[in-house]
Each structure stands twice: as structure tokens, then as C-alpha cells.
Nanobody
Framework: QVQFVESGGGLVQPGGSLRLSCTAS????????MNWFRQVPGRERELVAT????????NYADSAKGRFTISRDNDKNSLYLQMNSLKPEDTAVYYC?????????WGQGTPVTVSS
């Protein structure tokens, strides 16, 4: 049974930081490409950052470049997203996402609100 435990979301002031975590079980975490998506109500889910199975390659949406860092610890079956210099437009529900050869798994989402 695939399960994700996401944490780290919450309310933060503009310019602040948050670190999202996603701990997975029920599949071979270390062979999956992992991603962070986010979604605002009424809008399509947006890919924020991607990390290869080994962690050696990362990619970011333009909106995240220079502010967000994706990382993973395969020994702990965990995915992370360090978010710095947060802006109100970063407000969304953030989802971890796993994919390997057509198999896709989604986390339950953790909400992030950036507001003063």
C-alpha cells in the first residue's frame, strides 16, 4: 500500500522560509523520479521542481528558480522542498509526486499560505 506523509506547510510571512517533507512507503522510493507540484483552487496543478531517482539531477519551474531547492534522502524514503524568499503567489497546496515507467503516485498535499 502506497502512502505518503507530507509535512512542513503552514502560514508564513512574505520573505520567509518553509521546508516541506514527504516520506513515502509502499514502493521502491529510490528508483522513482520525484516531483513537487502545487495547486491553487480553480487552477491547474503546476510542476514546481523535479529530482532524479539518484538525486543527481534537478529541474525547477521558472517561478521557483533561485528560491526553492528540491532534495531527497533515499535511505529515509524522503523528499524535501526548501522554500526561501516566499511570495504571496507561492500560496498553494503542495503535493509530492512519484513516477517510474508510467506508474504515478500522489501525496495528499500540504497547504502553504504566504501572507502578512
Amino acid at each position: 500500500q502506497v502512502q505518503f506523509v507530507e509535512s512542513g506547510g503552514g502560514l508564513v510571512q512574505p520573505g520567509g522560509s518553509l521546508r516541506l517533507s514527504c516520506t513515502a512507503s509502499g514502493f521502491i522510493f529510490g528508483i522513482y523520479e520525484m516531483n513537487w507540484f502545487r495547486q491553487v483552487p480553480g487552477r491547474e496543478r503546476e510542476l514546481v521542481a523535479t529530482i532524479s531517482s539518484s538525486g543527481g539531477s534537478t529541474n525547477y519551474a521558472d517561478s521557483a528558480k533561485g528560491r526553492f531547492t528540491i532534495s531527497r534522502d533515499n535511505d529515509k524514503n524522503s523528499l524535501y522542498l526548501q522554500m526561501n524568499s516566499l511570495k504571496p503567489e507561492d500560496t498553494a497546496v503542495y503535493y509530492c509526486h512519484a513516477t517510474f515507467r508510467g506508474r504515478v503516485y500522489w501525496g495528499q498535499g500540504t497547504p502553504v499560505t504566504v501572507s502578512s
